[in-house]
C-alpha cells in the first residue's frame, strides 16, 4: 500500500477499536480525506469484507488506495444511501465520521480555510459548489451574518461583527482575499487574536459547506443503514456536532424530546458504548495540535426496525 500524502488521523486506535470490525464485513468512511483511517480499516477486514468511502473534495482522489475491497464515492455524505444503494449496498456493519477539516485542506493556502494564509475566501470542499465565504460575506444581512458568527463560531461579539463587516461593505471596502477580511475586522477581535479569528473561519466553513445540514442527514440515514449491532463512530470537533451525535444516540431525534413511534413506544435505533466521552492524549495531542478539540462517541444499533 503507498504511503498516504497527507492527514494524520486523530483518535485512530480508538476510533478503529470502536468500529469492532468484522473479517468479511461492509464498512463506510464518510470523510476520507488523506485515507488515514480507511488504510487502518482496510488492514482489519478480510478477503470478503469491503470498504466504501466518501469524500467531496477532488484532492482526495490523490489517495485512493489501490485494494479491490475498497471504494472512493466522490460525494458529500450527505448522498450516503443513495450512492451505497448504486453500489448495491443496502446494509453496512460500520460508519466513521471524522468530521472538520483535513491537515491538507488547512495547508494548502489557495483553498482559503486558514488565516494563516492570504489568498481567495473560499472555503468549498466540493470546488464545484458555487456558495463560497467570498460570497457569504458581500451578500449576506446583518442578521445572517451574526446568525452564522454566533451559531457556528460561537462569536461573542458576532453581532458587532457583522455590522462592522456590512457597513464596510456598504462603503466600498472590498473584501475579496483574507488579508482584506482579517483587515476589515481587525478591531473587532475580542480575546486572543488566534482564538477569535479560528471561531470566525469556522464559522464561515460551516456555512459555505451546509455542515450541520449535511450531518444531520448523514446521521439519519446511518441508523438506517446499520445492520443490527452495526457500529457508530462519530469523531467531532465543535459542540454543536457533538450535541448532534449525543442526542442522536441517546434520544434517537436531534430534538431535546425523545422520540417515539405510532404506537407510543420510544425509538432508540442506537444504544452508546462508551459512557464517556473519548478524547486524545496529551501524547497525541502533542504530536498533533489540531486533536485537541476532537471528541469520539461510539454507538451500536439496536435490534428494533430491521
Known amino acids: 500500500m503507498e504511503e498516504l500524502n497527507y492527514h494524520n488521523p486523530v483518535l485512530l486506535k480508538e476510533s478503529i477499536q470502536g468500529l469492532n470490525i468484522k473479517e468479511g464485513g461492509v464498512y463506510v468512511d464518510v470523510t476520507f480525506g488523506g485515507g488515514g483511517h480507511s488504510a487502518a480499516i482496510l488492514n482489519k477486514l478480510g478477503d470478503n469484507g469491503r470498504l466504501y468511502a466518501f469524500d467531496q473534495d477532488a484532492d482526495a482522489t490523490d489517495n485512493i488506495i489501490e485494494d479491490n475491497r475498497f471504494r472512493l464515492l466522490p460525494h458529500n455524505f450527505r448522498y450516503l444511501k443513495r450512492f451505497l444503494r448504486l453500489e448495491k449496498v443496502r446494509k453496512i456493519d460500520g460508519l466513521l465520521a471524522d468530521l472538520g477539516v483535513s491537515s491538507h485542506q488547512f495547508d494548502t493556502a489557495e483553498r482559503g480555510f486558514s488565516f494563516r494564509f492570504d489568498a481567495f475566501l473560499d472555503m468549498r470542499m466540493n470546488q464545484e459548489a458555487e456558495l463560497t465565504a467570498e460570497k457569504v460575506l458581500n451578500s449576506y444581512s446583518v442578521n445572517q451574518l451574526q446568525h452564522v458568527f454566533g451559531t457556528y463560531g460561537e462569536v461573542r461579539n458576532a453581532k458587532t461583527l457583522a455590522h462592522i463587516i ?141
Open 166 to 306: 456590512v457597513n464596510a461593505r456598504s462603503s466600498g471596502i472590498a473584501i475579496k482575499t483574507i488579508g482584506d477580511f482579517v483587515s476589515v475586522i481587525d478591531n473587532c477581535i475580542k480575546g486572543k487574536r488566534n482564538r477569535y479569528l479560528s471561531q470566525v473561519f469556522q464559522a464561515l466553513r460551516m456555512e459555505v459547506n451546509e455542515e450541520i445540514e449535511a450531518l444531520k442527514e448523514m446521521l439519519l440515514q446511518s441508523t438506517e443503514l446499520l445492520s443490527e449491532g452495526g457500529r457508530l463512530v462519530v469523531i467531532s470537533y465543535h459542540s454543536l456536532e457533538d450535541r448532534m451525535a449525543k442526542n442522536l444516540i441517546k434520544k434517537g431525534t436531534f430534538e431535546n424530546e425523545v422520540k417515539k413511534d405510532i404506537y407510543g413506544n420510544y425509538y432508540m435505533p442506537l444504544k452508546a458504548i462508551n459512557k464517556k466521552i473519548i478524547v486524545p492524549t496529551s501524547e497525541e495531542i502533542k504530536q498533533n495540535p489540531r486533536a485537541r478539540s476532537a471528541k469520539l462517541r461510539i454507538a451500536e444499533r439496536n435490534a428494533l426496525d430491521n
